[in-house]
């Protein structure tokens, strides 16, 4: 069975940095489209953040992120990873992880009706 799992949240002040990373299993990414991130804040709708492609390893940013957080892989562990630097209190939310595909493909779009598996969340709280 797919499965994912995000880790890694907490409390953290206001331009910290926290690392969250998606343990995986259960299938070959080469076969899948592409792995994203995702958040849900309270009263909020849910956000896509990053992905990530199999076929190139193209990444993509939303512009709330861009330049702050970046998306990684380690093939090795099944892992996918998500830096977050410069944090803000705007970044508190439930961040999920979440596996589109198959087929694999080229680029990719963290939008949520594309990703059909998705893993339970961990929860970041940033403080001002």
């Known amino acids: 069975d797919v499965q994912l799992q995000a880790s890694g949240g907490g409390l953290m002040q206001a331009g910290g940095s926290l690392r969250l990373s998606c343990s995986t299993s259960?299938?070959?990414?080469?076969?899948?489209?592409?792995i994203g991130w995702f958040r849900q804040a309270p009263g909020k709708e849910r956000e896509g953040l990053s992905c990530?492609?199999?076929?190139?390893?193209?990444?993509y940013y939303a512009d709330s992120v861009k330049g702050r957080f970046a998306i990684s892989t380690d093939n090795a562990k099944n892992t996918v990873y998500l830096q977050m630097d410069s944090l803000k209190p705007e970044d508190t939310a439930v961040y999920y992880c979440?596996?589109?595909?198959?087929?694999?493909?080229?680029?990719?779009?963290?939008?949520?009706?594309?990703?059909?598996?998705w893993g339970q969340g961990t929860l970041v709280t940033v403080s001002s």
């Open positions: 990530i492609s199999s076929r190139d390893r193209r990444t």
């Open positions: 259960g299938f070959t990414f080469d076969e899948y489209a592409a």
């Open positions: 979440a596996l589109a595909g198959p087929p694999p493909g080229y680029g990719c779009y963290p939008i949520s009706s594309m990703y059909k598996y």
